[in-house]
């Protein structure tokens, strides 16, 4: 699947090199600009795309006061790989764009589509014609009139060159490819607003922020959340209960998905009203669970979350009114949560 791809590529951007038509032509040197996007971070960054340019070309293409340019762009949504390459001969002149289109489950196809076809597309130079040879030149010359052996003697021949007369020019030196640099850490902040079951009497209304760091697929995240009071009629009367905790979160992610396991910590408080005697009670609360998210890139640094978590608690909490259980926690409890999360470097 590999070689189809790049096969296809190469041949696709050849075509604005041939005859002339490369936009870029002409001193051979361009600006390169380059645009990772969000989602897109398992792909090679500007340094490691232009070293491998640099390699394949055996020079340093990249001069960043040339009128021409090179820009490329790369995303990652829904599962796809997109490059795309726009080739410039000046700030007001027209635009060549391509495309390239990779379904690998990394980037490594793509990035070796577009090493290829930026190599192809700036490994473009003006043909340069060689001196005539002595030999050559001598033989272009008209013919001299045929004299008598008698009359004159025959000229003598013309000198081969020596080596030395041998114009060489020596091959550029590889330039020192510097490693690849070190993956930067990205950080999220969010909040988002959602619904609990199975933490309280009834359904209830929740809301939470967030923070977290990701380092390449890894991340973790640390929230905090207040879920708003449910209630039950028991016996004559209402029984209510709301909760605050906080959360760490573990998490791997396959843009766009990610997927967490969590351990949450916090306060469950309740009340009984419309008896005799009316009372509120705290107790701990802990539970441990997984959380599945999908995040919708609104643009390079704002993405919209979409949330479900499915936890059990570590103790069943009972809500005892009389003697007798008004409520008792489930073995299972779970939410939904939309919010919106933004990231930067």
């Given amino acids: 699947m590999r070689h189809v791809v790049t096969l296809a590529v190469t041949a696709a951007l050849a075509g604005t090199v041939r005859a002339g038509d490369n936009p870029i032509a002409g001193d051979g040197t361009a600006r390169f600009v380059f645009d990772r996007q969000d989602g897109a971070e398992s792909c090679p960054d500007a340094a490691q795309i232009r070293a491998a340019i640099v390699q394949r070309l055996g020079f340093d293409p990249f001069d960043s006061d040339a009128p021409r340019s090179v820009a490329c762009t790369v995303t990652h949504t829904g599962g796809i790989f997109r490059a795309r390459i726009e080739l410039a001969a000046g700030p007001a002149a027209a635009r060549t764009e391509r495309e390239i289109v990779s379904s690998d489950k990394d980037c490594a196809e793509l990035a070796d589509a577009v090493a290829i076809a930026l190599s192809v597309a700036l490994g473009a130079r003006p043909a340069i014609r060689p001196p005539a040879t002595p030999e050559l030149a001598a033989s272009?010359?008209?013919?001299?009139?045929?004299?008598?052996?008698?009359?004159?003697?025959?000229?003598a021949p013309a000198p081969r060159p020596t080596l030395e007369a041998l114009a060489v020019t020596p091959a550029?030196?590889?330039?020192?490819?510097?490693?690849?640099p070190s993956p930067r850490s990205r950080y999220t902040l969010g909040g988002e607003a959602g619904l609990a079951i199975g933490l309280g009497p009834g359904p209830a209304p929740s809301a939470r922020l967030f923070a977290a760091v990701r380092r390449r697929d890894i991340s973790l995240e640390l929230a905090g959340r207040v879920m708003g009071s449910?209630?039950?009629?028991?016996?004559?009367?209402?029984?209510?209960?709301w909760l605050a905790d906080v959360s760490l979160s573990p998490c791997l992610h396959r843009d766009p998905l990610a997927v967490c396991v969590f351990g949450a910590a916090g306060i469950l408080s309740a009340r009984a009203e419309g008896f005799s005697i009316t009372s509120e009670t705290r107790a701990p609360a802990a539970v441990l669970g997984a959380r599945v998210s999908l995040r919708y890139p609104l643009s390079a640094h704002v993405a919209v979350r979409l949330t479900g978590e499915l936890g059990t608690p570590l103790a069943i909490a009972?809500?005892?009114?009389?003697g007798r259980d008004a409520w008792v926690s489930?073995?299972?409890?779970?939410?939904?949560?939309?919010?919106?999360?933004?990231?930067?470097?």
């Fill in 318 to 322: 009972h809500l005892v009114v009389d």
């Fill in 140 to 155: 272009s010359r008209p013919a001299q009139p045929v004299r008598s052996p008698m009359a004159a003697a025959p000229p």
């Fill in 172 to 180: 550029p030196a590889l330039p020192e490819i510097a490693p690849p």
């Fill in 330 to 345: 489930p073995r299972l409890n779970g939410g939904l949560g939309l919010g919106v999360a933004g990231n930067f470097h």
């Fill in 230 to 241: 449910s209630s039950a009629d028991f016996g004559g009367g209402t029984v209510e209960a």
